[in-house]
DNA sequence: CTAGTTGCAAAGAGTTTGCATGGCG
DNA sequence: CGCCATGCAAACTCTTTGCAACTAG
């Protein structure tokens, strides 16, 4: 393939540095180009958008999208490691995602595999429902979750 | 408080038949407004909105987003199949959506908030990745299965 | 009559694109 | 020097919100 691929540009490695840094997190183009920003390395948007776009084009990065609204997440996957096997675990009242590192998990997606042949994409998969902190604080009667009107962001 | 769900309109009426005419596929806000508009009977895209956001809050419709760029889906749940007792699997190729009836997901469920404290809400939960038939008639290499999300749309 | 509903348009949020400038090779 | 990369802003798309008119109960 041709070459390209790209320049070297300090852009580019500031980019994939932070990408790196945050293997264990999921990232949103805003939260990028806020950080950066913040570190005086301020890069454009436009520039974050196209540089994900080539890194997920080269496996290297992983895009998800959990909600319309919100902007779609990031995730640098380490070569080697082949695919992450998490999942994450979105809370629908306060909006929180959370990691699921948990070997149930996997136990299940091997099963649905190998059971029912369907396989699952751990990245793109979230599972929706209310967090620990929501339903302790939430309301005291926890009779239907449905009804609480969740201010979904 | 309120009460609600509401007064019998005839939007809620001519949007409730769309998605029940539709339970087979996921369709989208334009999709709805679209079509409506095509049979004289148009209804203004917020009013969709906010009527779909009702159906999903009271569990006759579910939602998931596929990509950020693209819109949300969405899908009438039957209210009689006890959809809400399992959970969805549905393909990122051909879009298939799978009912997934099994005890291991139940299992998962119920470590997950016995353990980490979380709910899992089953009805608005799908786990996204790619079914038999695709990944038997999809790739003639299967090597890498990443890198087949072209045509996502 | 009262309160929920509708529709339009404007406001927001995230993402993409065009274009002139700048930097890698 | 050629060509890709960058930035800014404008353009777009999807979704939400404000508000006045409307309608079901």
Redesign the pocket.
Known sequence: MGG?????????DT?LRYMTDHKDSHV???GISDYLAGQGA?????????????LVEQGLVRKY?VD?????CFQYVEPERGCHEHFHLKCEKCGRLIHLECSHVRELADHVYSEHGFRIDPLRTVFYGICRECSENGLPSDNDTREENTE?E
């Open positions: 390209s691929g790209g320049y070297k540009t300090k852009q580019r980019i949103t183009v805003n301020r890069v454009g948007t436009a520039t974050i958008y196209r540089h994900l776009d080539k999208t319309a609204s919100t902007g779609a979904n």
